[in-house]
């Protein structure tokens, strides 16, 4: 991953995170008010991505609890979320880190996280605004 200060270049110190038994990958930005799950192709035992997958969905619990849903072809905001579960991962994804997996990228930094697609498609998600991109 790369980020960019001041027109430089430079490579962006990534996250790694395992994978639970499951095969999802679960991490919280250091607020704790935002926790990500990477769902593998094909889903896992007791959830199937609706389109199949992969799937990366990101949760916030406060001010109002949301749900974004990355997928290869769509990403989705959901704001009636009927099984809230955030924020109790023990993968901190630290300010300043870089996560990419499968077709996933993610950023974390102080304002939230954002997440993309190779096309950018994609979201950032914060304590006060989320944005579909």
């Not at 990534?14 to 639970?20: L, Q, S």
């Not at 389109?51 to 406060?62: A, I, K, N, V, Y």
């Not at 072809?73 to 630290?94: H, I, Q, W």
């Amino acid at each position: 991953m790369l980020a960019v200060a001041n027109g430089m270049a430079f490579a962006q110190t990534p996250a790694v995170f395992p994978a639970g038994a499951n095969g999802q990958i679960n991490f919280v930005m250091p607020s704790k008010t935002i926790e990500c799950t990477f769902t593998p192709k094909g889903g896992a035992p007791v959830y199937k991505p609706f389109d199949g997958g992969p799937e990366l969905s990101c949760d916030r619990s406060e001010s109002k609890y949301v749900r974004v849903v990355l997928t290869p072809k769509n990403v989705r905001r959901f704001n009636n979320v009927g099984d809230p579960s955030c924020c109790g991962a023990d993968n901190v994804f630290a300010h300043g880190l870089g996560w990419s997996h499968g077709p996933f990228t993610c950023d974390s930094a102080a304002a939230g996280v954002t997440c993309k697609r190779a096309d950018g498609k994609g979201f950032f998600m914060g304590a006060k605004d989320i944005k579909l991109q």
